[in-house]
């Protein structure tokens, strides 16, 4: 049985963040946040890595993340642009409209099917999920058995961000399943109180341990083909929209609602923190030290 493949998201454009987050150092020695990610998947019993990136990115990329791996981590390429995909006609149009950015993380997943050959886990670049969350996911996804799909959730309230909204995937837990996930656009705290504003105005409270979906998914290599029905579905509905997404969240509740997928919860009862914008990074950076300090992480992960 193939080990589990660790499928990272980074064709990211940073737009809230102003630049590209996925390669802002963090660590001592220079290592992005997907660094701690792929090291913690490799001692959670995870193969190989795929990263999704955008090609005019690539040499950088390979610069400032591969440099640091070569030799120590099994890794593929894929590829995630603006035209990956898309009919030619809706590729047209779209570039007419002035559209510049891909089509969201259900697109980015399709870019990277040719090298999912065994039950994989996808995960954002710019996000820290905790040493506990991959042994578990990592864990789950060796089964011999394995049937269901997973998500590993994190309690709202610490993902927020004091400089702006965060989208975040609400999820509605039964027993031991996702019951449904309903990604919310603009969440924020003010005032003590916990709230997304929808497009039309409308307010949602939340509570402070909501669980939530921070794109940390486990799934066997069959949902392909229901993601691929998914993304067509939106490109015929939502394609001619300028800034339309096809976001992940919202297509494994799509599989849930159509019973194509059964997707377990896994609490793994670990620490999130991200850089969704500028002012986050140095938050983050004061963590990893503090957890390099404690030993979870060694000075330098690859040496």
């Not at 440099?67 to 009919?87: C, H, N, T, W």
């Not at 905790?130 to 610490?158: R, T």
């Not at 924020?188 to 909501?210: E, H, M, Q, Y």
């Not at 993304?231 to 159509?258: H, M, V």
Request: some cysteine.
């Amino acid at each position: 049985m193939k080990k589990p493949i660790l499928v990272v998201l980074a064709a990211g454009m940073g737009s809230r963040y102003g630049g590209l987050k996925q390669m802002d150092r963090i660590g001592k020695n220079g290592e992005v946040l997907l660094d701690y990610s792929v090291y913690d998947a490799l001692r959670g019993g995870f193969g190989k890595a795929v990263f999704i990136i955008r090609h005019d990115i690539e040499k950088d990329f390979r610069e400032l993340v591969l440099a640091r791996m070569e030799g120590k981590v099994d890794y593929e390429l894929a590829f995630q642009d603006l035209d990956s995909l898309i009919p030619a006609d809706l590729f047209a149009e779209a570039k007419k409209l002035g559209r510049t950015k891909p089509w969201g993380t259900a697109h980015a997943l399709l870019c990277a099917a040719q090298f999912l050959d065994a039950p994989f886990a996808v995960l954002n670049a710019d996000d820290f999920y905790g040493k506990d969350a991959f042994g578990a996911i990592g864990a789950y996804l060796s089964s011999p058995d394995l049937q269901d799909a997973a998500i590993v959730p994190y309690k709202l309230e610490p993902t927020l961000s004091p400089q702006g909204t965060v989208a975040r995937g609400v999820c509605e837990i039964e027993g031991d399943y996702l019951k449904s996930v309903d990604e919310l656009l603009a969440i924020a705290k003010k005032d003590g109180v916990i709230f997304n504003t929808a497009p039309d105005g409308s307010i949602r409270k939340l509570t402070a341990d909501t669980p939530v979906s921070m794109n940390f998914w486990g799934f066997s290599p069959s949902i392909i083909v229901h993601l691929q029905k998914y993304f067509d579905d939106f490109l015929k509905t939502s394609g001619r929209e300028l800034k339309s997404e096809c976001y992940l969240p919202r297509a494994a509740d799509w599989f849930i609602q159509n019973k194509l997928a059964k997707i377990r919860v896994l609490q793994a009862g670990t620490e999130w923190f991200g850089v969704t914008y500028k002012e986050d990074r140095e938050a983050a950076v004061k963590r990893l030290g503090e957890l390099t300090a404690q030993g979870v992480y060694p000075e330098a992960l690859w040496k």
